[in-house]
């Protein structure tokens, strides 16, 4: 007949590999969400992810300007196209005073403005200032 203290230990030694098969089956299905998140149209926004455009470094160009989304905010807009603080403010009368920290998405619902307009002006703002048409 087993001491309690090895009764003890025998269930303890059992609780711990169950504790870890269950770890392992919750970081497999953890890295395959990741992956299933990676490939998913969420993260992606005409082939393009956003760490590969922090990763070129370089101000995009005017043939960038049809990338632009509405997720994006105007502080992003300015590092990436490399435009003044306050031209698309300007641009676009934008008196928020959340700019730039404001989407566009935002900017639009809560001007009740036109998604599709919205978009256009801000590819074509930017479009001017990259051709030198400030």
Excluded at 85 to 99: H, M, N
């Amino acid at each position: 007949m087993e001491t309690p203290s090895g009764k003890t230990r025998k269930f303890i030694k059992y609780a711990l590999i169950i504790l870890a098969a269950v770890l392992v089956v919750l970081c497999a299905a953890l890295i395959l969400q990741f992956v299933n998140l990676q490939r998913s149209p969420f993260l992606r926004f005409h082939g393009i992810r956003p760490p590969d455009i922090l990763r070129n470094r370089q101000p995009l160009t005017v043939n960038d300007v049809n990338m632009i989304q509405p997720w994006m905010t105007f502080d992003y807009l300015n590092h990436i196209f490399n435009l003044p603080p306050d031209y698309l403010k300007t641009k676009l009368a934008v008196s928020d005073t959340r700019y730039p920290r404001l989407s566009l998405t935002h900017f639009i619902q809560n001007n009740h403005l036109d998604s599709n307009s919205v978009m256009t002006e801000v590819k074509r703002a930017i479009s001017d200032f990259l051709n030198g048409k400030k």
